[in-house]
């Protein structure tokens, strides 16, 4: 049972354009949704997450937007550099009182951006 | 470098044979994590230790495999009479466990790739 699903698998942007990844989750029971960036040969690194809470996160070029009543959540990347290019993670993690701190992660989307 | 260390960086072997990998978290992180990544998937979720205690496993984690942080520091994850399905990329995290209540970021090394032939 995937409890997060990711799409696309795979992405290709231009220099300048905006990429756009999509998640969507079952367990409404998640409360927070980290996003990571993996370069390869790399350890994920977390580059911005959000609570259900709030509908939108902005941080320089990145945004989370965060739709609770669809279970939905993207990630947006404006101004693409070709140093973007790398896998992108979202996940989902379960509230601290549940006593589960593991990440359930999406499958990831391969970004490349092209000059 | 005080991030997440973990050795080796790459492990072939045979299989049937035994393999150990070793975690280093960062130094003041309570909280450690293994997960597995396989290609074109995400990590999924083995175990994770708050100091020297193992809290949490996971399905995946069958009884061929074996984590230990016998000091609250470092970890180590072995595999016994391993098998071509175990090839993957392991990766350790830690984490702060306070303050409670809250997500604590959890930082990933950069992982130990294992091929079984």
């Known amino acids: 049972q995937q409890q997060v699903k990711q799409s696309p698998q795979s992405l290709i942007v231009q220099k300048g354009g905006i990429s756009i990844i999509n998640c969507a989750y079952e367990?409404?029971?998640?409360?927070?949704f980290p996003w990571y960036q993996q370069f390869p040969g790399k350890g994920p690194a977390l580059l911005i997450a959000i609570r259900p809470d709030v509908s939108e996160k902005k941080e320089g070029r990145f945004t989370i937007s965060f739709n609770k009543s669809a279970k939905q959540f993207s990630l947006h990347i404006m101004d693409s550099q070709p140093g973007d290019s790398a896998t992108y993670f979202c996940a989902a993690i379960l509230p601290a009182w549940a006593g589960s701190y593991q990440l359930t992660f999406g499958k990831g989307t391969k970004l490349s951006v092209i000059p | 470098d005080t991030g997440v260390s973990q050795d080796p960086r790459h492990k072939i072997t045979k299989r049937g044979q035994n393999v150990t990998f070793r975690c280093d978290p960062i130094?003041?992180?309570?909280?450690l994590y293994w997960y597995r990544q396989t290609l074109g998937q995400g990590p999924e979720f083995l175990t994770y230790?708050?100091?020297?205690?193992?809290?949490?496993k996971s399905r995946l984690l069958s009884d061929r495999f074996s984590a230990e942080r016998p000091k609250g520091s470092f970890s180590t994850l072995e595999i016994q009479r391993t098998e071509q399905g175990d090839s993957a990329m392991y990766l350790c995290a830690s984490s702060l466990a306070y303050p409670s209540g809250t997500y604590n970021e959890q930082f990933f090394g950069p992982g130990t790739r294992l091929t079984v032939l």
């Open positions: 130094s003041e992180h309570n909280r």
């Open positions: 367990n409404t029971a998640f409360d927070y």
């Open positions: 230790f708050q100091n020297e205690a193992q809290l949490e």
